[in-house]
């Protein structure tokens, strides 16, 4: 799948973006510095201004790309699913942690919605919104409950030997028994 996200932008501010994704997931999100992103592309960082307008901007762009990605991964797993709520935990769950440090990015700070590509932000949300009949406040709940899952195990606040799994199990009866 193409990104709109990346499409929008230059050739070298793709390959920032890019260089800047790569850097997040690698290094966290204190490696996220004009700086450092300029010193891992062999460029100064005053030249990474030329293609993108701010820090800001960059971030939005990553966010995008998350938003794009996940909105991919929920379809999928939505997609002529038996029990397409449980598939949405299952797949929002293993988003969040086959890339914690852009879900970090995405969910842990106020949302820049007027700078994310179009759209992008109703993409992630629609297989969970069809998921509920178009339940928005039922949907709102269920994410809600999943995001408040995955930042906890993510940080490491469950305590030892808790049974996520069986916790998540839990939740899904919640919103589906």
């Not at 995955?150 to 839990?170: C, H, M, Q, S, Y």
């Amino acid at each position: 799948m193409g990104s709109a996200t990346l499409d929008r932008l230059t050739p070298r501010a793709r390959e920032i973006v890019r260089t800047a994704a790569e850097l997040l997931e690698r290094e966290g999100p204190e490696a996220l510095s004009m700086r450092r992103l300029g010193a891992a592309l062999g460029i100064r960082a005053s030249s990474l201004y030329e293609h993108v307008r701010d820090k800001q901007a960059l971030e939005a762009a990553l966010i995008s790309l998350g938003f794009e990605e996940q909105a991919e991964v929920l379809a999928a797993a939505a997609d002529g699913a038996a029990e397409p709520i449980a598939a949405l935990f299952t797949a929002y769950r293993d988003f969040a942690r086959r890339r914690p440090n852009l879900y970090r990015l995405m969910t842990e700070r106020p949302l820049p919605r007027e700078q994310l590509a179009p759209g992008v932000e109703a993409a992630a949300a629609m297989p969970l919104v069809r998921a509920t009949a178009g339940d928005q406040e039922r949907a709102r709940a269920i994410w809600s409950f999943a995001h408040g899952m995955v930042i906890l195990e993510l940080n490491g606040r469950f305590p030892p030997g808790a049974d996520l799994d069986a916790t998540w199990r839990k939740g899904l009866a919640a919103f589906t028994g």
